[in-house]
């Protein structure tokens, strides 16, 4: 396993669309979450899954978000009738459930563009 | 409200450099601090973690220091490089029932040959 992957790397979307995007965790973590970055900003917390249970939301993630992570292996994030604001980089992160530390380890990104 | 800063914003500096980045951030009780490095529209590779318990951690030419008390840590980069050239963000997690990080903006370094 050679860590945590996303697919696709890029999508770009006409205003309107829908899009989903995919998370592969390290294999064995529990845990997993969702993080957008716009350009300039650090990261910030969309969603959090333990297993198969979503157990966290932020006030960010709007009605056209919705995230799933059905057999609690990997994890789709869904936007429904996107909008320009939502272009940015779609990040996903795993770590165990065990043991003292909770280093999260990231994928490499999504990137969205909404035309 | 919980938040992280980073100063400077960016920074740049001769190869060979010694350099601190520093981190703020504003609720002292954190369960564990984390520094990333990210390359341009790249993901976040995981540099160090300092669990509260901690002072410090190194790894290779990376020191990071954790002061609680003051909600500050530092991440000290010796012998600068080219290759160090990145944004480096810093990132706090509370506990709690997620664990979610809440990041800074980041320092973006760039290290001249």
């Known amino acids: 396993d050679t860590g945590v992957s996303q697919d696709p790397r890029h999508k770009i979307t006409k205003r309107g669309q829908n899009v989903t995007f995919r998370c592969d965790p390290i294999s064995e973590h529990n845990r997993l979450y969702w993080y957008r970055q716009t350009l300039g900003q650090g990261p910030e917390f969309l969603t959090y899954?333990?297993?198969?249970?979503?157990?966290?939301k932020s006030r960010l993630l709007s009605d056209r978000f919705s995230a799933e992570r059905p057999k609690g292996s990997f994890s789709t994030l869904e936007i429904q009738r996107t909008e320009q604001g939502d272009s940015a980089m779609y990040l996903c992160a795993s770590s165990p459930l065990a043991g003292a530390s909770n280093e999260q380890f990231f994928g490499p990104g999504t990137r969205l563009t909404v035309l | 409200k919980q938040e992280v800063t980073q100063i400077p914003a960016a920074l740049s500096v001769p190869e060979g450099e010694n350099l601190v980045l520093n981190c703020s951030f504003t609720d002292s009780a954190i369960y564990n601090l984390q520094w990333f490095r990210q390359d341009p529209g790249k993901g976040l590779t995981s540099l160090l973690l300092?669990?509260?318990?901690?002072r410090e951690q190194t790894s290779g030419r990376l020191n990071a220091s954790l002061d609680k008390s003051s909600g500050r840590s530092t991440l000290y980069i010796a012998a600068s490089q080219p290759g160090d050239s990145a944004t480096y963000l810093c990132?706090?997690?509370?506990?709690?029932?997620?664990?979610?990080?809440?990041f800074g903006t980041g320092t973006l370094l760039a290290v001249q040959p």
């Open positions: 899954f333990q297993n198969e249970a979503q157990l966290e």
């Open positions: 300092i669990q509260s318990s901690q």
């Open positions: 990132a706090v997690e509370y506990g709690g029932a997620t664990n979610k990080l809440i």
